[in-house]
């Protein structure tokens, strides 16, 4: 656990560095300049930025390690063998491009197939989530807990909608949010960001975030987050976890065994 926490002690600085680089971009509404990858999925240069700028960082002080970023999206298939550093430069990129706060970066160092460090940071609301595996969550050092609410109409649930617009996925989607709805939930929500969703959910705010669709580098961070917090995270069907598996369900003790989603 020493060398995990010197590797959270290591990143830290230099997610403070990039946040700030977020922040000046984002006040300046300089965002508004983008790319898409697909359709509905926007890419700016300030997620180009601050990528080429970790990375450099990272791998001048572990040139042996593996490197997997969103917008060079390699190297996945190291996940379960070698020493890998997990970037997501924005998560929330169209939150970014027009200006809502709820945005991310998120970095995670994962050990044979196994997420060990995990920092999610919030640089515009001043949010910083950090986890080391057997060390406990933290938001700005302060420990967090997920919920204890296991009613339905206390709690509150997340989703996302992601960016895929096919017709199987939006009726998947549908479908799933009516099981929700029809228990009579208090709240349904979506932060744009599904790492800070399951921060969220680390934190007690969110009782459950679920979603069909996010990548290694959107949750791998915050899924250490959610277990050191003493939360749970499964695939959404209630089989085990796999960051790589594009299925995420986060919750706390009491709800997991409550919640279970058709395969998709
Ligand atoms: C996306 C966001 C969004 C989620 C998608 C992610 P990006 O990440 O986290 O909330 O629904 O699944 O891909 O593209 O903003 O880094």
């Not at 990528?51 to 593996?66: D, M």
């Not at 190297?75 to 020493?83: A, I, Q, Y």
Request: aromatic share 10%; net charge negative; charged share 25%.
């Amino acid at each position: 656990m020493d060398d995990w926490k010197q590797r959270l002690c290591f990143a830290l600085p230099l997610i403070r560095q990039a946040g700030t680089i977020l922040r000046g971009a984002f006040s300046l509404r300089k965002q508004g300049l983008y790319r898409k990858k697909s359709e509905t999925d926007p890419v700016t240069d300030t997620d180009v930025e601050l990528e080429a700028f970790l990375r450099k960082e990272i791998l001048t002080k572990f040139p042996e390690e593996t490197f997997i970023g969103e917008e060079s999206a390699n190297s996945v298939d190291k996940f379960d063998h070698e020493p890998c550093w997990i970037l997501d430069p924005i998560d929330g990129t169209a939150n970014f491009v027009h200006g809502i706060s709820n945005v991310a970066i998120s970095l995670a160092y994962s050990e044979k197939g196994q997420v060990v460090m995990g920092i999610v940071y919030n640089p515009i609301q001043e949010e910083l989530f950090t986890a080391v595996r057997q060390g406990g969550a933290f938001l700005d050092d302060v420990p967090i807990t997920v919920s204890d609410v296991d009613n339905w109409n206390e709690a509150i649930v997340c989703t996302e909608f992601g960016s895929d617009r096919s017709v199987a996925k939006s009726t998947m989607m549908v479908e799933n949010l009516k099981l929700v709805l029809d228990e009579k939930v208090q709240g349904i929500r979506a932060t744009g960001s599904a790492a800070l969703n399951l921060c969220y959910v680390a934190a007690g705010r969110f009782d459950v975030y679920y979603e069909y669709g996010p990548y290694l580098w959107d949750i791998a961070a915050g899924s250490l987050i959610v277990e050191e917090a003493g939360g749970v995270v499964v695939h959404p069907t209630g089989s085990k976890f796999d960051p790589r598996s594009r299925g995420v369900l986060a919750t706390n003790q009491k709800f997991w065994k409550k919640l279970k989603f058709p395969p998709y």
